[in-house]
Every structure is written in structure tokens, then in C-alpha cells.
């Protein structure tokens, strides 16, 4: 007899060991029908799998957040075989999961865009035939023999330890893979592949170039449309098309993962960093700036040497070995440890803007998401350990702050010790609590991501929310108990004698570079007038009003504006296109009645117009909307 116990409390018994099928039979046969795979004791399982013991279950279905990941890792292996059907020389490499989709790398002749229809028309007649997608397990040596001339599985099986390995069969195709997977490929009903690209086999220049196909698939075809929807918007925003059409930046093979920013993008950089210090100065932090070189005893201190040295930048200066630093944290324990510190002094705040590179592989480098020199908002702040939770929260309602200037809204996760660390139990332990208990004081849900902290301290993770309802992972806080000990760091206590002081970790932007990159792609290059590189462009309507047009261009500037005047040869709508196309906000139009009147013509980037605007007044209005780092550009309501 076996007991199978349910989510609710509920039990059921089988007089036989009872497969999932069987068990999501016993309730209805929609049940069975819709279930995709079921959690056996807390392990994700495939339907077909035998239960041998009395255990507890959880049947997911097509509804449940889990079952669209086994469906789409499912897709990954319909879409290969459907490409062996296409291309009979293909090889088969790995095919996981990713955030929207999936993705296989497959070596195989050259594909394009234009080669996917008849991937996919393979596809549609794998998933109407509903067949069953079947695992087995067998040896690892019965493996290496099934493999003997797939020279990447092989390589794959090699890598593993003695024991039982799985493979899958959807129909005539077995592949190598650890599941669960649906029960039959019908489940894929809506899937499409959405691009291809080049990748190395397991990310080795060295090795093969390979095809990687890249798909999504939903358990319905509206949801795909939707998506679909949402891709072709996500291309029109993106960074690197919009920072060349607006001159903001550009990348160069002389500087691979370096970007350059030209005169525009300083704007919009400088309006960023502008703010940032502002909101810094206002919660009482102090700005510091370290070197971007240092020497290798540094961060052999820092533990940096022995932990992150494949990712550094590294020299030799006087027959002595630097690194170009990837962080900025050694660097403020130096300054912190340059003057004695008593605990009046506390808490100290410490922020920098500091130019970072680390060594990222080129096949990974993805314009300003990814890059090897950047600029990071970084902060240490310094404390006694009864400030834990406040400066926690300072630094939590600080980032609120930012992020919402920006219209972003984002969710916080913690992640606790990983295997490889430095530190002592107690140390982790006080640290995770300290950030536990802020989080839980601050009052906003948050995940919890074991093992997933950094070697030197737990994590907060802040990931913020753009317009397209994309996540990105930009803020950290972290709690770090290390550093100070390992640069022996002190302050003088009440008790007159020397203690450690309690740091913390923080940044809110991150990587500057790569949250420009954010913004563009969040306002799609139409950005609040505060940030906007030009922020208004004076047309005159003929050449005669050009000194008039450079006398209104002075006043603005004069009151905070960037302005520019168009002074081209061409028609009034030619020029108002070309501000529009520039996504300008402004767009002041002039002739013989404004100069006159001492008016303005006031067009924005949504088409509204409003005629006969006095100087005076529309440089209040623009002023408090700037100065207010206003969202919207409501000038005259």
C-alpha cells in the first residue's frame, strides 16, 4: 500500500506503486490531462515517474509558474530534433533554459533568420503528433558507448561522475539531459524561434564556433503574440541603436568593451551623476576618489589576488606586479585606515564614482550592458553594530529614491554564504541576520537566494523594473565583516578601547555605464526633460531670424537650458522632424510675431502645441519642471 499525501493535507492510497498519470488520474482525468510534471518530496520530477513509497506530491499543471520552464526546456529539445530533420550532419551540444526562452548550440552549417520557417514547420509536425517524450537511465560507459561518434556529448558524459544518466526520447531523437520534461511534445503549443548568433563551444575561442538558435514558446498563442509584441518593442528601444541615432556613444575595436561618449551622452551623464550627488550629499555621505591602479599586496589583503584573479587587469611597474582595480572597496579601506576613528565619528558614509575594468570574455560584451571599463556608484559605510539595521534602511529608502525619480519600481532579494568564502561563521552569521532583520523592518517582501552571496559578505540585490517589464539587477548591499579585519581596521569604542568597526557594501546604480544603458532602453531615448542632452531647439521660420533665435538661445542658456538653434538651410517641417527625430522636448518655433511679442511657439515630443508663450513664463515653467526632475513634461496645466 502507498500513501500519497497532497498540498491540502488530503491522502490517497494505491494498492500498487503508482506513476503520476495514475495519481492525477485518481482526481479527475482534466487533471491528468493538463499536468505537466509533479514535485515528488520537494524534487521536480516527470509524470511518467514510478512512486515506490509512501511520499507527499504536488501535480503541476499548465497554470503553476514552474510548468512554463519545464515546457520551454521541453522546446529546446523539440527544436533540435526538429533541426536534425532539416540539417541530417547536425551535432548536438547543450540546450538550456533561459530568462524568456531557450536556446540550443548546435554545430552545423551556417543558418540565418531566413532559415527558420522550415525549422519551425518540422517543429509544428513534432508537436501535432503529441509524442511522448520518453526517459531511460543507463550506465555511464552504456553512455559513452550510445555517444561513440557525437564528439560533444562525449566530452559532456566524460566531465561526469560514475553512475546513472538519463537521456530523453522525443520519437527518433535521444538526447542527453537530466529533465523533467512534459509528457508529450503536443504540449508545446505555441513556440517560434526568435534569432540566431554565433557561440564557442562551452565559451573556448579555441574550440568550435557554433550555431546557437535561440526560441520561445508559451502554452498558448496569445501569450506568444504578446511576447512577440513585446520583442519587436524591446528592439526599438534598444541602447546601442538609439545612443548612435542620438550621438550619445560608441564603442571602437582599438577599445574592445570600452565605450566612448561623445558630447551628448556627457550631458546625459553628467545630468545623471549631477542627481546622484545631490541625493548623496542630502543623506550625508562625502565623496572620495581612490586610484585605478594598485599593487598586488593590496589585493592579496583583500583576498581579490586569490579569489577574482582571472578577472583582472594586471601590470608590472618597477619589477613590481599592479592590477588595474575591478572594484573600489580596497581602495576605502586604505582611506579609512589613514587617521585614527572614534565612534562619535559614526556613522561614516563614503561614496565614489570609480572607474573599475575587469576582463570579460568578448563573446559576452553587449554595448553598454557589458563592458570591460566601467564607472561604479560604490559606497562603504563604517559603523558600530548597533547602526546595522538603520544605515541598512538609509541606504534601502535612499535607493527608493533614485529608482522612482526614474519612474522604477524593483524588488529586493537576499542571498546568504556561498562555498567559497573567506570569513568566520560567527562573522556570516551576525551579517546575515543584520540584513535580515532590515529587510524585514523595511517592510517590502523579499526572496531568499541561498549560497548565492558574494565570498566576502551576504547580499541585498535590488532589481529594478523598466517600462517593458524587464528586471535588472543593479543595487547591492552587502554586509562585510572581512575587510576591516583582513586591513585592520579599528575605532575607539566607549570602553576607550579599539574594536572593529561593521561596514557595509552599497550600490544603487551599479554599473553607471550599464544603467544609461537601462534608461535609454526604459524611456526610449525621449528622457525627462532634466536629462534630456538638448533640451530645447529654437527654429527660426527664415534667416533673418537667426540673431533673434541666437538672442533666445542665449537666455535660455543663461537660465539652465541646453539650447540649441537650428540655422539650416531647409523648411520649417524638415526641422521640426529633425528635432523630433533627435527626441528633443523643446521645440521652440520663432517668427516676425514672436520676436515681436517677445513670445515663443512651444511644440513637445507628444505633438502638442501652444502658441503666443512669453520668455518669462516658459522659463519659470521649464525651470521648476527641472529643477523638480519632473517625469512628465506638463508645462502649462
Not at 486 to 504: G, T, V, W
Not at 613 to 636: C, K, M, P, T
Request: charge should be negative; aromatic fraction near 10%; glycine fraction near 6%.
Amino acid at each position: 500500500m502507498i500513501n500519497i499525501t497532497f498540498p491540502d493535507g488530503s491522502t490517497t492510497s494505491f494498492d500498487d506503486f503508482p506513476t503520476g498519470f495514475e495519481i492525477a488520474g485518481s482526481i479527475s482525468e482534466g487533471l491528468a490531462r493538463d499536468s505537466v510534471a509533479m514535485e515528488l518530496d520537494d524534487n521536480l520530477v516527470d509524470m511518467s515517474t514510478v512512486v515506490k513509497k509512501d511520499a507527499a506530491i504536488r501535480l503541476i499543471t499548465t497554470r503553476d509558474k514552474e510548468a512554463l520552464e519545464i515546457m520551454r526546456h521541453s522546446a529546446a529539445h523539440v527544436m533540435a530534433q526538429a533541426v536534425l530533420r532539416v540539417y541530417k550532419n547536425a551535432k548536438l551540444t547543450i540546450g538550456p533554459v533561459i530568462e524568456d526562452g531557450f536556446y540550443y548550440d548546435i554545430d552545423m552549417e551556417p543558418v540565418s533568420e531566413d532559415d527558420f520557417p522550415k525549422i519551425e514547420a518540422e517543429i509544428k509536425k513534432l508537436v501535432k503528433e503529441k509524442i511522448p517524450i520518453q526517459r531511460s537511465e543507463v550506465s555511464k560507459a552504456e553512455a559513452l558507448a550510445f555517444y561513440k561518434d557525437e564528439p560533444y556529448k562525449l566530452e559532456m558524459i566524460s566531465d561526469l561522475e560514475d553512475g546513472r544518466i538519463s537521456f530523453y526520447q522525443p520519437g527518433d531523437c535521444t538526447d542527453l539531459c537530466r529533465g523533467p520534461h512534459v509528457p508529450h511534445t503536443g504540449f508545446v503549443k505555441a513556440i517560434k524561434l526568435t534569432k540566431v548568433s554565433g557561440a564557442y563551444w562551452r565559451a573556448d575561442q579555441s574550440k568550435a564556433q557554433l550555431q546557437r538558435l535561440y526560441g520561445t514558446a508559451f502554452f498558448n498563442k496569445k501569450e506568444l503574440k504578446e511576447h512577440l509584441r513585446f520583442l519587436e518593442e524591446a528592439k526599438k528601444r534598444n541602447h546601442r541603436k538609439i545612443g548612435e541615432a542620438l550621438d550619445l556613444f560608441s564603442f571602437h575595436d582599438e577599445a574592445p568593451g570600452m565605450p566612448f561618449f561623445h558630447a551628448k551622452g556627457m550631458e546625459l551623464w553628467n545630468s545623471l551623476l549631477e542627481y546622484w550627488r545631490y541625493e548623496h550629499k542630502t543623506a550625508g555621505y562625502v565623496e572620495t576618489k581612490t586610484p585605478i591602479m594598485l599593487n598586488r599586496a593590496l589585493w592579496e589583503r583583500s583576498g581579490h589576488w586569490e579569489n577574482y584573479r582571472e578577472n583582472m587587469y594586471t601590470s608590472a611597474v618597477d619589477e613590481e606586479d599592479y592590477a588595474i582595480k575591478p572594484m573600489n572597496c580596497p581602495g576605502g579601506m586604505l582611506l579609512y585606515g589613514t587617521r585614527p576613528h572614534s565612534y562619535r565619528e559614526f556613522p561614516i558614509r563614503a561614496a565614489e564614482i570609480g572607474l573599475v575594468h575587469r576582463h570579460e570574455m568578448s563573446g559576452v560584451l553587449a554595448g553598454l550592458f557589458r563592458v570591460r571599463a566601467f564607472h561604479q556608484d560604490d559606497a562603504h559605510i563604517f559603523m558600530t553594530p548597533d547602526q546595522i539595521r538603520a544605515e541598512i534602511l538609509g541606504a534601502l529608502q535612499l535607493a527608493e529614491r533614485i529608482y522612482g525619480t526614474f519612474g522604477l519600481d524593483f524588488h529586493l532579494e537576499l542571498s546568504t554564504r556561498p562555498e567559497k568564502s573567506i570569513g568566520t561563521d560567527e562573522q556570516w552569521d551576525m551579517a546575515t541576520e543584520g540584513l535580515r532583520g532590515a529587510l524585514d523592518a523595511y517592510g517590502r517582501e523579499y526572496r531568499l537566494n541561498e549560497g548565492d552571496g558574494a565570498f566576502y559578505g551576504p547580499k541585498i540585490d535590488l532589481h529594478i523594473l523598466d517600462a517593458l517589464k524587464r528586471t535588472w539587477q543593479c543595487g547591492t548591499i552587502q554586509l562585510d565583516m572581512s575587510l576591516p579585519e583582513r586591513f585592520d581596521l579599528s575605532y575607539i569604542a566607549q570602553d576607550n578601547e579599539k574594536h572593529r568597526p561593521i561596514m557595509i557594501h552599497r550600490t544603487i546604480l551599479g554599473s553607471i555605464e550599464r544603467f544609461l544603458g537601462i534608461l535609454i532602453e526604459h524611456f526610449a531615448g525621449k528622457f525627462p526633460l532634466w536629462m534630456a542632452p538638448v533640451q530645447a531647439v529654437v527654429l527660426p521660420i527664415n534667416d533673418t531670424l537667426i540673431p533673434y533665435a541666437l538672442e533666445v538661445k542665449g537666455a535660455l542658456e543663461q537660465a539652465g537650458m541646453r539650447t540649441e538653434v537650428d540655422s539650416r538651410t531647409e523648411s520649417l517641417n524638415k526641422k521640426i522632424r529633425g528635432a523630433q527625430l533627435s527626441n528633443i522636448p523643446l521645440i521652440l518655433t520663432i517668427g516676425t510675431k514672436e520676436q515681436a511679442s517677445n513670445t515663443l511657439s512651444v511644440r513637445t515630443l507628444d505633438g502638442k502645441v501652444k502658441m503666443g508663450v512669453l520668455r518669462e513664463d516658459f522659463v519659470q515653467a521649464v525651470s521648476r519642471n527641472i529643477q523638480g526632475r519632473e517625469l512628465s513634461l506638463n508645462l502649462f496645466q
